[in-house]
């Protein structure tokens, strides 16, 4: 098993970037038949760097994804419930403070809303992102975006 030294952590862009890269070597070192993998992790590297790194959630309704998501960001942020309930698509990226910002169809400006606590941000959140709450997408919502100050989040880069 390949351990990285606690020192190649403070290397720029962090813990994530130090994995990928020593993964990458450690891929081609295997063997020629394995340099591909080791390009795509190198890529991926690279995208991470420059703040491009987008992780996909997907599942099915109702199996847990908010729940998960809620579970990293170490608050309940993301609406959880026993009826379908992610209506747009919804964004988590690092922000200094907490933010919510509501992009529509067909306009490039956003909706903003920083909000007291969890909560109040949780329901403002579910307005937009719920059957409920924006049944059918009627709202017009091309996507949201919640701000968290948690570092395991990707940087805003735009
Ligand atoms: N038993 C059990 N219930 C869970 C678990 N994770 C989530 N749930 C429950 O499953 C239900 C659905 O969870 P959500 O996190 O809203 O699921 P989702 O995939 O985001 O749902 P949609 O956004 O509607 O597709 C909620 O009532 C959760 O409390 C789990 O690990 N075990
Ligand atoms: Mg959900």
């Not at 998960?68 to 747009?88: D, H, M």
């Not at 690092?94 to 909000?115: H, L, M, R, W």
């Amino acid at each position: 098993m390949t351990r990285i030294a606690p020192s190649s952590f403070q290397n720029e862009g962090g813990l994530l970037s130090a994995l990928l890269r020593k993964a990458a070597e450690t891929t081609s070192d295997i063997g020629p038949q394995f340099v591909h993998y080791s390009q795509k992790l190198n890529e991926l590297e690279f995208r991470y760097s420059e703040g491009r790194f987008h992780l996909a959630v997907l599942g099915q309704f109702k199996h847990g994804k908010s729940t998960l998501l809620n579970a990293l960001a170490g608050e309940p942020i993301l609406p959880v419930g026993v009826v379908p309930l992610t209506a747009a698509p919804t964004f988590i990226r690092f922000g200094e403070s907490p933010k919510i910002k509501v992009q529509y169809q067909g306009n490039c400006e956003a909706d903003e809303v920083a909000g007291h606590s969890v909560k109040e941000r949780n329901a403002y959140l579910a307005g937009f992102v719920t059957e409920a709450g924006n049944p059918q997408n009627r709202l017009g919502v091309a996507e949201v975006q919640v701000e968290l100050p948690s570092p395991i989040w990707p940087a805003v880069s735009c």
